[in-house]
């Protein structure tokens, strides 16, 4: 099994549908990150914790909000989906060096 | 913030040794990290560089200099299945949370090895 999976793998809803990307690990690790990768943009950060408590803001959290419900728990929501929110998303976890990444989920908005 | 700027693409040929580029500009350097992404998978981690000069491991070395914002991946005896791109990462003091650091990443480099 993998140390951090996401949910759903593959995703098509409508424009306006809150949709949400679950991800959980079994690395034990406090760090947990959600990112976008876009062709030609690269992976971009849309919002990280630390711990449980702790939810931070990334460069393009607009229209994203997260929840930690727990140390192996950090979901990713979309309240209104719209079709520029089509794109790759990937969980990654981390201790203090380099990340591990889930699968991904890919989710198109028509 | 960060400016990271990877070559879009590079092509090479099966046996040969090919070098990918990455230059940045930071407010503070904590570390620069490679990732490796086939199509369609999740990247994975392949060195971390946080001292000037040259972290070898197995076909893939790294470099580092600190002085010039630059790093290069230097991937010796391609084969087919390093066909995937290159993704580099900096980790800088200006993006931090509770005394830690947030790595941002380049575009990264599509690397396409033929016969």
């Known amino acids: 099994d993998a140390d951090v999976t996401q949910t759903p793998r593959n995703r098509i809803t409508k424009t306006g549908k809150r949709i949400m990307l679950e991800c959980s690990q079994t690395?034990?690790?406090?760090?947990m990150y959600w990112y976008r990768q876009d062709p030609g943009l690269g992976l971009r950060l849309i919002y990280y914790?630390?711990?449980?408590?702790?939810?931070n803001k990334g460069e393009i959290s607009d229209g994203y909000s997260v929840s930690r419900q727990a140390q192996a728990k950090f979901s990713l929501s979309l309240e209104s989906a719209i079709p520029n929110q089509t794109a790759l998303y990937f969980c990654?976890?981390?201790?203090?060096?380099?990340?591990?990444f889930g699968e991904g989920s890919r989710l198109t908005v028509l | 913030g960060q400016n990271i700027d990877q070559p879009t693409e590079m092509t090479a040929t099966e046996g040969a040794i090919v070098q990918i580029n990455c230059t940045y500009q930071?407010?503070?350097?904590?570390?620069l990290f490679w990732y490796q992404q086939h199509a369609g998978e999740a990247p994975t981690f392949l060195s971390y560089?946080?001292?000037?000069g040259l972290e070898e491991k197995g076909r893939f070395s790294s470099f580092l200099s600190r002085s010039k914002g630059y790093s290069y991946l230097l991937l010796k005896e391609l084969q087919m299945k390093d066909s995937a791109s290159y993704l580099c990462?900096?980790?800088?003091?200006?993006?931090?949370?509770?005394?830690?650091?947030?790595?941002?990443f380049g575009r990264g480099t599509s690397l396409i090895v033929h016969p």
């Open positions: 930071t407010s503070g350097f904590n570390g």
């Open positions: 990462a900096v980790r800088d003091f200006a993006h931090r949370s509770g005394g830690s650091y947030i790595p941002t």
């Open positions: 560089n946080v001292l000037d």
């Open positions: 914790s630390f711990d449980v408590k702790d939810i």
């Open positions: 690395k034990g690790h406090d760090r």
């Open positions: 990654a976890t981390s201790d203090t060096g380099e990340l591990f």
